[in-house]
């Protein structure tokens, strides 16, 4: 086990590369299940969730070959085997193998998926969608039976708009017959790469990226190529800690439009943006203004970005308000980022915070994904050393942190912990 080590209080500058995207790429790799064939999945980024995947796809009788950002998996030999708790625990994700193995073999058996701890994460929506294609589904002790003679497209109505239930039932519907309409669909931008990756293999799903999804089921799907796109959370989070710490920052292999509502917020703070084609230059030489943000579904403010967010908005002059209205008790990273000095309260959903504060560097813990990348922009900025447990977390979306972190000037470095440091983790 590990912990990150930052030196806080150095000016960054240079560039930063942005991987592909964790949220695109953890259900494109479900999605080769599908193809009966070979996929190739470019721009992979090197995060443990694909670790994970390619496992769970490798349980099911895939075969593997990952060259450097490259993928390719061969999904003829799949079969439909049941995948218990273990891997399947170890990311939100694992949902996606549901969809896309009712697709193909028409049942599956995967127990309950885990992923970042955000208060109640229920896959209700998901299994409404399965139903209405027509499969039985049970909970049995703790795993998800699901099973069909067939599946038939169906007209579905989501009750809360759910990236991951959108995802999954695109995946089932591709291979069922007839029409099926997805209502009330998300429209976060992995979904229409998932829905691009589902058509190149042959799938007919039109309107991805609006909130009415049209599915013309096909018999059969087959291998293709497809370029993963860019990961606009690891994106945002740069342009974040760009907007803490950077003289000038270019965030580079970007799609500027699917981060506007964060460029919003920073230019509305004082941060300078250019946009180019695929890159944002970040330059910040005034005092931060305090804003409040609502998180939404896109292209609302993501909920992915508040607590990175959050850190930031102690450096700025007066009291910001953070609502979170997708995941109401996102707010772990508060009493981390208040040992670090930061005058933040949590009242409901909302977080109200007040600056700016000089944050002091501390031993903090990441209980989250995103709660961990709060810690690093606050540490970047502190006074001091900040160690950050729970590394785990954070290599679960962020692909060579300490690299591109250190290419732009800051001095982060990983330490193993200490016997004692890891029984403290684990009992706290
Ligand atoms: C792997 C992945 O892509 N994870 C992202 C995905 O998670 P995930 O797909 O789990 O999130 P959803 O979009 O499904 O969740 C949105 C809201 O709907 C609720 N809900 C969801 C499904 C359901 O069946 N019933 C229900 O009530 C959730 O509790 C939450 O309040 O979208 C979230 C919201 O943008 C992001 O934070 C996650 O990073
Ligand atoms: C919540 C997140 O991930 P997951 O849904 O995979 O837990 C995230 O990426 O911020």
């Not at 991987?19 to 443990?48: C, F, M, Q, Y």
């Not at 919003?264 to 330059?283: P, S």
Request: glycine fraction near 10%; include cysteine; charge should be negative.
């Amino acid at each position: 086990m590990e912990k990150l080590l930052i030196e806080g209080g150095h000016t960054l500058q240079g560039q930063v590369r942005v991987s592909g995207a964790k949220n695109s790429a953890v259900a494109l790799l479900p999605a080769t299940i599908l193809a009966e064939g070979e996929v190739t999945l470019e721009g992979l980024p090197d995060i443990s969730d694909i670790q994970t995947l390619k496992g769970l796809l490798e349980d099911i009788g895939g075969s593997v070959e990952q060259n450097g950002e490259d993928i390719t998996i061969d999904s003829s030999n799949m079969v439909s085997m049941p995948l218990p708790n273990g891997r399947v625990k170890k990311l939100r994700a694992s949902y996606y193998f549901m969809g896309a193995m009712l697709g193909r073999f028409k049942k599956a058996v995967i127990g309950m998926p885990g992923g970042c701890n955000l208060g109640p994460r229920p896959i209700d929506q998901h299994i409404k969608g399965f139903e209405a294609l027509g499969a039985q589904v049970t909970n049995e002790q703790g795993a998800i039976y699901l099973r069909a003679d067939e599946l038939r497209g169906a007209k579905i109505y989501l009750d809360v708009v759910s990236v991951g239930a959108t995802i999954n039932i695109m995946l089932a519907a591709v291979r069922a017959k007839g029409k099926t309409v997805i209502e009330n669909a998300a429209k976060e931008p992995e979904i229409i790469d998932v829905a691009t990756l589902l058509n190149s293999m042959g799938a007919n799903i039109k309107g991805a990226g609006t909130d009415v999804i049209r599915i013309e089921g096909v018999e059969k799907l087959s291998g293709c190529r497809h370029t993963i796109i860019p990961d606009r959370i690891e994106a945002g989070t740069y342009t974040i800690i760009a907007a803490s710490m950077g003289k000038e920052v270019v965030i580079d292999n970007v799609i500027p439009i699917h981060l506007e509502s964060l460029t919003a917020k920073l230019r509305e703070m004082g941060v300078q943006i250019v946009e180019e084609d695929d890159r944002l230059i970040v330059t910040t030489d005034k005092v931060l203004t305090s804003v409040d943000i609502k998180t939404l579904v896109y292209p609302g403010f993501p909920t992915d970005l508040q607590q990175p967010f959050t850190a930031l908005l102690t450096q700025a002059t007066g009291t910001s308000i953070v609502t979170d209205t997708i995941y109401s008790a996102r707010f772990k990273h508060v009493d981390e980022l208040r040992r670090m000095n930061a005058n933040i309260k949590v009242e409901g959903s909302s977080a109200v915070v007040t600056g700016p504060t000089k944050l002091e560097g501390a031993k903090v813990k990441a209980s989250d994904l995103r709660a961990g990348a709060s810690l690093v922009v606050a540490g970047l900025m502190a006074n001091g050393v900040t160690e950050i447990v729970g590394v785990n977390h954070i290599d679960r979306g962020y692909a060579s942190l300490t690299e591109k972190l250190k290419n732009l000037g800051a001095n982060v470095w990983r330490e193993d912990l200490q016997e004692d440091e890891v029984k403290n983790y684990q009992n706290s």
